[in-house]
């Protein structure tokens, strides 16, 4: 691994922590317990089970929540539907309104999309230039139908945190089920669901150290009405998801709560002076800015606008580093991000910017070699494109 990129993209995904490897193993083979979850006639199964229901109350613990509120899932974008559509389905279209945030991940985007197609009404909400959605924002575009209010956590791209305890608040009064996808703040901030006064959240284990096709919706017992099952099978779940439970996948998700649980603080406070670290070392570079700086933010993420500078050609000159940029490649052309085009940030800005975000195993040498190539190809890159025009 020695010619690997240095892995500044722990947003797009973190590696499974050994640990959970560890775990996760030991469910899958003969000499393992490979038993299905609900066999109920044999040992093998009530080992699975028992496994299983461990998982869930480490992951019910660290988000406060009563084990019972915890749906398996394959991962967040299978929440975020189960969440969506399993609300809307309780109404007919003309009689339930979303509402939702303009920098959301696709993941909440596409299935409120899907809805307004159906015919239900959708409010895809601005953020402000910090790219945060504010309770008033909520509160203002409010109707007597609104069923769902469906606002992120943590961004992906920036990092940036919305006030959820207040828009929680906000709709604990109402009738108005409080969805948040909390796929990047889970395992990375604390993550409560009553003070959030939320009705479901989302979670996506390989955002924190579980493999990749894992994650849960957390579902607030004694809501008013049945969440509508988007996968029909066997009733597990209590009906919400069916399919046989993944037994090493949730043990590895379990795990890596348990482990979240115990080192979350500390962690963040180490990751959290790394990526400050990074800033500090590129700060006086000339016309660069944090994209969402003045907003309260996750630990692990730095969005840096570059000016003069395109976010591909730089993110080529940083081969030796695993970063995101700050578009999206679709078929046709390279279009800015739309979480920065959100908050108003120019085409050409939202070009130029790069997502760097810090993890577990992020060391202060690799943030080092970072500040030094960054150094380097920030004014290479600028005299080039002075020369070129
Ligand atoms: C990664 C991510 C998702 C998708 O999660 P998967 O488990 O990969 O399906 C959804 N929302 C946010 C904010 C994410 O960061």
């Not at 009738?175 to 009553?194: C, S, T």
């Not at 002076?273 to 500090?280: G, N, T, Y």
């Not at 940030?345 to 070699?369: I, K, M, N, P, W």
Request: glycine residues 8%.
């Amino acid at each position: 691994m020695n010619n690997a990129p240095v892995y500044f993209d722990y947003a797009a995904t973190t590696p499974v922590d050994e640990r959970v490897a560890q775990k996760l193993m030991q469910f899958l083979t003969r000499d393992g317990q490979y038993g299905n979850p609900a066999s109920r006639s044999h040992l093998l199964g009530w080992l699975a089970e028992e496994a299983v229901e461990e998982a869930r109350n480490e992951l019910a613990e660290l988000i406060g929540a009563d084990n019972r509120e915890i749906v398996w899932t394959s991962g967040a974008t299978e929440s975020n539907n189960l969440a969506l559509k399993g609300v809307a389905e309780n109404f007919e279209p003309d009689d339930c309104h979303l509402i939702i945030s303009a920098t959301e991940h696709k993941a909440v985007l596409d299935p409120a999309e899907y809805l307004r197609k159906q015919g239900y009404g959708v409010t895809v909400l601005s953020p402000d230039r910090d790219g945060v959605i504010s309770a008033s924002a909520v509160a203002e575009s409010l109707q007597p139908n609104t069923r769902l209010v469906s606002i992120m956590a943590a961004n992906n791209e920036t990092g940036v945190l919305n006030p959820v305890a207040e828009i929680g608040a906000l709709l604990a009064d109402r009738d108005i089920w409080f969805h948040i996808d909390a796929a990047q703040a889970v395992g990375k901030i604390p993550v409560d669901v009553n003070a959030w006064q939320a009705t479901m959240i989302s979670i996506s284990g390989h955002k924190f150290y579980a493999p990749k096709g894992v994650g849960a919706l957390y579902v607030k017992r004694r809501s008013t009405l049945q969440l509508k099952a988007q996968i029909h099978g066997g009733g597990h779940e209590r009906g919400m998801r069916s399919g046989t439970l993944a037994t090493h996948q949730l043990v590895a998700i379990g795990e890596a709560a348990r482990l979240a649980k115990t080192e979350l603080t500390e962690e963040a406070e180490r990751i959290g002076a790394l990526r400050d670290r990074l800033w500090a070392g590129i700060a006086d570079l000339g016309d660069v800015h944090i994209n969402g700086g003045n907003a309260p933010r996750t630990p692990g993420h730095l969005n840096v606008a570059f000016g003069g500078v395109d976010g591909e050609a730089l993110m080529m000159a940083l081969r030796q580093l695993a970063v995101s940029t700050g578009s999206a490649c679709t078929s046709a052309s390279v279009e800015p991000s739309h979480v920065l085009k959100a908050m108003g940030l120019a085409d050409s800005v939202a070009h130029g910017s790069l997502r760097f975000s810090l993890g577990r195993y992020t060391t202060a040498a690799e943030v080092d070699q970072a500040i030094d190539s960054i150094r380097e190809a920030v004014p290479a890159l600028r005299k080039q494109s002075s020369v070129a025009s």
